[in-house]
């Protein structure tokens, strides 16, 4: 592994159509990150906890995400992390949704953009904050409400969090939370 201060994500274009199959697919993906990463500790058993969040009892770190049929990947030794990808061209009120479903002050700054701007702050928070659950292992709708407006370390009880905007992924937007800092993110692809 890296520095603890660099992380490298892997991202996979899964072509296959049928869900159970892009599962299967997906998981053997994940897996084979794993053995890399940890050959010392292969077979390795994907355990779940009570809100569904993934963890092996090797010594490393992952996450993952997807959205449609691109899939994201992360693996740290370091601590702790969680990972969202969202397609921005999605066809979702989310006007209605960051009225409804986000902190007060994220609304009025989504409602104060042009309204082409909109669709990229509502996707960028919203990533934010399904990383920052995913990080955590909760329930996303507690999540929701908490403002991640600002790209600043949160406290989650006796740890600070950081949320690291992934930015470089055409037509997508991502968000990484970990319990370190990162300064550099590399992304590899996953054929």
């Given at each position: 592994?890296?520095?603890?201060d660099e992380?490298?994500?892997?991202?996979?274009?899964n072509?296959?159509q049928?869900?159970?199959?892009?599962?299967?697919?997906?998981?053997?993906?994940l897996h084979r990150l794993?053995?890399?990463?940890?050959?010392?500790s292969?077979?390795?058993?994907?355990?779940r906890?009570?809100?569904?969040?993934?963890?092996?009892d090797?010594p490393?770190?992952?996450?993952?995400?997807?959205s449609?049929?691109?899939?994201?990947y992360?693996?740290s030794?370091?601590?702790?992390?969680?990972?969202?990808i969202?397609?921005?061209?999605?066809?979702?009120?989310?006007?209605?949704l960051?009225k409804?479903y986000?902190h007060?002050?994220?609304y009025?700054?989504?409602k104060?953009l042009p309204s082409p701007d909109?669709?990229?702050?509502?996707y960028?928070?919203w990533?934010?904050k399904?990383a920052w659950c995913?990080?955590?292992?909760?329930?996303l709708?507690?999540?929701?409400?908490?403002?991640v407006l600002?790209?600043?370390?949160?406290?989650?009880g006796?740890e600070?969090l950081y949320l690291?905007?992934?930015?470089n992924?055409?037509?997508?937007?991502?968000?990484?939370?970990?319990?370190?800092?990162?300064h550099?993110?590399?992304?590899n692809?996953?054929?």
């Amino acid at each position: 592994m890296n520095r603890t201060d660099e992380i490298t994500l892997w991202l996979n274009h899964n072509p296959r159509q049928d869900n159970k199959k892009a599962k299967k697919y997906s998981d053997a993906i994940l897996h084979r990150l794993l053995k890399n990463a940890c050959p010392e500790s292969a077979p390795f058993k994907i355990n779940r906890t009570e809100n569904g969040k993934p963890y092996t009892d090797a010594p490393i770190y992952f996450s993952y995400s997807h959205s449609r049929q691109t899939y994201l990947y992360g693996l740290s030794k370091h601590g702790e992390m969680g990972l969202d990808i969202e397609r921005t061209d999605k066809k979702r009120d989310f006007m209605t949704l960051s009225k409804r479903y986000f902190h007060a002050d994220e609304y009025k700054k989504i409602k104060a953009l042009p309204s082409p701007d909109r669709a990229a702050l509502f996707y960028r928070l919203w990533s934010r904050k399904e990383a920052w659950c995913k990080l955590c292992g909760g329930v996303l709708w507690y999540y929701l409400g908490r403002s991640v407006l600002d790209n600043q370390p949160l406290n989650e009880g006796n740890e600070t969090l950081y949320l690291t905007d992934l930015t470089n992924i055409q037509g997508y937007v991502g968000a990484m939370a970990t319990v370190y800092p990162i300064h550099q993110i590399f992304i590899n692809t996953i054929k």
